[in-house]
């Protein structure tokens, strides 16, 4: 299923600059960055239940923000992609 990935670290001190760095390099790990702190990620459920642990775990939930927005099998129906950078296929090859 294709999910989309979105979050906003409070990034005053350190502590959220590191936390920032720690969950941008775990969406990496599993999907393409489509816009500053946005991804998309073409996981199976597994995956989607193990990075979601991974990225509670990064941020502080008093300071920090994180949404899923679970697109589904079906994906390529419902996005549609105007403006400048070139959309990606998700099924393709994803270079790290």
Request: net charge positive.
């Amino acid at each position: 299923m294709l999910v989309l990935i979105t979050y906003d670290v409070n990034t005053e001190d350190a502590a959220g600059r590191r936390r920032l760095r720690r969950v941008a390099k775990q969406c990496v790990n599993y999907g393409q960055r489509v816009q500053n702190s946005v991804f998309e990620c073409l996981l199976d459920p597994a995956q989607y239940k193990q990075l979601q642990a991974q990225l509670l775990a990064a941020i502080d939930p008093e300071r920090d923000s994180l949404r899923f927005y679970q697109i589904g099998n079906k994906y390529q129906n419902k996005i549609e992609h105007f403006g400048v950078k070139a959309s990606y296929e998700p099924e393709g090859v994803l270079m790290v």
